[in-house]
């Protein structure tokens, strides 16, 4: 059992963050703005935290339980949590920080004074903080086990996001400003939990770069969100799964919308005119390198030199 004293910035953090979004619903900008850096950085601090207790401490020598546990001490400050977080390779990105730096000096003038900010100027820089905040959550804490994905505050921020048509357009723009991602992305293969098509699979591990979702089963995912295989089976339909030619799991279907077939265990992807129905089975998929010529699966072609 772990020894951590529960300090719930985690759960704070994301009541700052969801009361930022009623705030943005209101265009209270302002508060906006506020309760958002506020939310952010407990989430951050909760990072650091995990690495270390002493090292929320703005002077880690200082630190003792009985003033963590009441709250009595010097919080660490911007600069220093930024770096600590670096020192123990659980750093933002650049684009993150550039951000997070302009909220925070945004938000000491709205503390302070009365300051004349242009609305969507200051929309878009609250959308890019949160298109990075997102997947440094789900990398940072959720994969690191420090934070259950189906955690129900997480949930509703991200089924808020995934509604604001401002963030979905950030968030797309910078998936398709990195070739890297782009090349990776499977087109036409719909993520099961946000629909867009920002799938990427490789020796049978699945990632959505949109909604930052690593799937430990994602044909099973798909399949159920796409299919209704007892309806299929019950009233003579058509099952959606052909067995990979590549890795023999029945995970092959067909992507209607770029004509080609995709496994949703191993990744392989054949194009429309790679792969045809077998001609003595008309069952399983084989390779095809004519489409004049018949071609047989690897179980037609056993029996044909068996015979």
Known sequence: MSNKI???????????????FDDLDNDELKYTAIH???GVLLVLKERLYHIGEELIFENPKKFNKQSLKNGNF????????????SEHNASISEEFKTELEWLRSERNKMEHFQVNVRLDALKSHIVNILVHLIPYIKTELVHNDLLDEDDEKLQVI???LHQYEEYVQAKLNTIEKDEGIKKKIIDGLECPLC????????GGEAYCYFCETKFSDFKEAYINENFNLYEIIKDGGTDPRNECPDCSSESMIYLEDSLSYICLSCGVLYSYE?????ARCEVNLAYSNDP???????YCLDFFKSG
């Not at 919080?75 to 949590?81: A, I, Q, R």
């Not at 790679?274 to 077998?278: F, G, I, N, P, R």
């Not at 004049?292 to 690897?298: L, R, S, T, V």
């Open 274 to 278: 790679q792969l045809k129905a077998c």
């Open 292 to 298: 004049y010529e018949p071609a047989f699966c690897d």
């Open 158 to 160: 991200i089924s808020y």
């Open 195 to 202: 629909t867009q098509e920002t799938v990427f699979i490789d």
């Open 36 to 38: 958002l850096y506020s």
């Open 6 to 20: 529960q300090l719930n910035m985690l759960e704070n953090g994301f009541d700052f963050i969801l009361k930022s």
């Open 74 to 85: 010097q919080s660490v400050n911007f600069n220093t949590l930024l770096e600590r977080l």
